[in-house]
């Protein structure tokens, strides 16, 4: 029931050889091929320019969750399932393969968001391929991570892939901001020039590069994680037909047998809480400063750029805490300042701050809002890499990808919650700063329920 524990020995550092390293860097690879989705697409540049689109935050925001909140049900009902037949058929790589196609399909479809001829459910299904893949591969990527290195160097390799990622997205962020994404009034991106490669700026299409960006990006710098990463052979695997056959029974009664595991149990249902929160954050973090403060696709993707910053610094420093103190204080401490944020985002407007009234040509409201996007960013960065350490320790060494479909399936259980509650709550108020209200409660259940988790884990209970 405790949340803090006494910290343990300093890890020491484990000399690796070079197979190993590489293999490490190699799983690091699909972070920085993977985290333009979440950076350029989920948040900074194209959920901004869909509200331009649309001329209308309240209604850009509302469409947002509903069609989030539909991809993250298919996510929830499916990754355990999956997990459970990469479990058994001991084979992870092929569906990697196919997550990373629906990366890029998706992705490279968001070009058809033309200016005029705009079909959002078209737009919005294929952002959700693109969004199912990123999560499916993250899945079975994440399941490698138990066999990079021992148990206590794996908060180090968790925050420093994690900070990797974040690095991968600034540099995709700063490409879009200085070459591609142009202004939707003037035109010129943020260094005054004409998007690059002849694209027309009338048309958007130097904003509407970000999908293809993003699927071009995802497909180069994954060939070093394709060619650096192989699985382990497990000489008890299944034939895939098999292990297809079984995986449902089996999961069915591991999930009726979940509750009696106090510690995993609770884990999973803290994470579905706060994890759903600071996705919400994310999601509609451009779209709240685009709408509440008529920021431009610019001015959010600078907005973005400090926030990535922050996350690749914090998730590095977070990775080391978590290897020294364990991933649990590091969670804790994170989901308490992300409370705290979430109810300062609720009093920021462009009329006042913290209740302090501003003039329509004050900076403090933009001020402010850089600081708590720099916060979100690296309490994030933290938070999300110490999760996943915290999962190895709480799941059966075993079925190790099955923990991870449950513990997505505990993050999409009620994913979409946050955006609907968002969009229902936006819809009714009439309000985007009464819309993000929610999260707060999100957060404080994440935070109830984290001190039933044991911090040392299954490993050490059971050993």
């Known amino acids: 029931m405790?949340?803090?524990?006494?910290?343990?020995?300093?890890?020491?550092?484990?000399?690796?050889?070079?197979?190993?390293?590489?293999?490490?860097?190699?799983?690091?690879?699909?972070?920085?091929?993977?985290?333009?989705?979440?950076?350029?697409?989920?948040?900074?540049?194209?959920?901004?320019?869909?509200?331009?689109?649309?001329?209308?935050?309240?209604?850009?925001?509302?469409?947002?969750?509903?069609?989030?909140?539909?991809?993250?049900?298919?996510?929830?009902?499916?990754?355990?399932?999956?997990?459970?037949?990469?479990?058994?058929?001991?084979?992870?790589?092929?569906f990697i393969w196919l997550f990373s196609v629906m990366y890029v399909v998706g992705a490279a479809g968001l070009w058809l968001a033309v200016p005029g001829d705009f079909n959002l459910v078209v737009i919005l299904c294929f952002f959700a391929i693109g969004l199912i893949g990123m999560e499916f591969a993250t899945i079975f990527t994440n399941a490698l991570l138990p066999s990079l290195g021992p148990r206590d160097q794996l908060g180090r390799i968790?925050?420093?892939?994690?900070?990797?990622?974040?690095?991968?997205?600034?540099?995709?962020?700063?490409?879009?901001?200085?070459?591609?994404?142009?202004?939707?009034?003037?035109?010129?991106?943020?260094?005054?020039?004409?998007?690059?490669?002849?694209?027309?700026?009338?048309?958007?299409?130097?904003?509407?590069?970000?999908?293809?960006?993003?699927?071009?990006?995802?497909?180069?710098?994954?060939?070093?994680?394709?060619?650096?990463?192989?699985?382990?052979?497990?000489?008890?695997?299944?034939?895939?037909?098999?292990a297809v056959a079984t995986a449902l029974p089996?999961?069915?009664?591991?999930?009726?047998?979940?509750?009696?595991?106090?510690?995993?149990?609770?884990?999973?249902?803290?994470?579905?809480?706060?994890?759903?929160?600071?996705?919400?954050?994310?999601?509609?973090?451009?779209?709240?400063a685009a709408g509440v403060l008529g920021w431009s696709v610019v001015d959010v993707g600078i907005f973005g750029i400090l926030a990535v910053l922050t996350g690749a610094l914090f998730a590095w420093i977070g990775g080391r805490a978590d290897s020294r103190f364990g991933p649990k204080p590091v969670i804790t401490l994170n989901v308490l300042t992300l409370t705290l944020v979430a109810l300062g985002i609720v009093f920021v407007s462009r009329d006042s701050v913290f209740g302090i009234p501003t003039g329509p040509e004050s900076s403090l409201p933009d001020i402010a809002f850089y600081i708590l996007g720099?916060?979100?960013?690296?309490?994030?960065?933290?938070?999300?890499?110490?999760?996943?350490?915290?999962?190895?320790?709480?799941?059966?060494?075993?079925?190790?990808?099955?923990?991870?479909?449950?513990?997505?399936?505990?993050?999409?259980?009620?994913?979409?919650?946050a955006p609907l509650l968002i969009g229902v709550t936006t819809q009714l108020s009439g309000n985007q700063q009464m819309g993000i209200a929610p999260l707060i409660g999100l957060f404080l259940i994440g935070l109830v329920l984290l001190l039933w988790v044991d911090p040392t884990g299954r490993e050490e209970t059971e050993t």
């Not at 331009?52 to 850009?60: C, I, K, P, R, S």
């Not at 009696?260 to 999973?268: E, G, I, K, M, P």
């Not at 979100?376 to 923990?403: C, F, K, N, W, Y």
């Open 2 to 94: 405790t949340i803090l524990t006494e910290p343990s020995p300093m890890p020491q550092p484990v000399t690796l050889p070079p197979a190993a390293r590489r293999r490490i860097w190699g799983w690091w690879m699909f972070d920085w091929a993977s985290q333009p989705y979440n950076t350029l697409l989920l948040t900074f540049i194209f959920g901004p320019y869909v509200n331009e689109l649309l001329g209308d935050g309240t209604a850009a925001q509302t469409a947002w969750g509903y069609g989030i909140g539909a991809a993250g049900l298919l996510i929830a009902l499916l990754a355990p399932i999956l997990g459970a037949i990469a479990d058994r058929s001991g084979k992870r790589m092929p």
């Open 158 to 242: 968790s925050g420093s892939g994690w900070a990797f990622g974040y690095l991968g997205g600034f540099v995709a962020l700063v490409i879009m901001l200085l070459l591609l994404a142009e202004n939707a009034v003037t035109g010129k991106t943020l260094i005054g020039i004409d998007p690059i490669l002849g694209l027309n700026a009338q048309m958007r299409e130097g904003t509407r590069a970000v999908g293809p960006l993003a699927a071009t990006w995802y497909a180069l710098f994954m060939i070093p994680f394709f060619l650096w990463v192989r699985e382990t052979r497990q000489p008890d695997a299944l034939p895939m037909g098999r």
């Open 250 to 288: 089996e999961l069915i009664g591991h999930l009726k047998a979940l509750p009696q595991d106090r510690s995993l149990f609770a884990y999973l249902g803290s994470s579905m809480f706060y994890r759903d929160a600071l996705n919400g954050m994310y999601v509609f973090g451009g779209i709240y």
């Open 374 to 417: 720099a916060v979100i960013g690296a309490s994030g960065g933290a938070l999300q890499s110490a999760s996943r350490t915290m999962l190895v320790r709480q799941a059966h060494p075993d079925r190790i990808t099955e923990g991870f479909g449950l513990y997505a399936l505990a993050g999409k259980a009620t994913s979409f919650i």
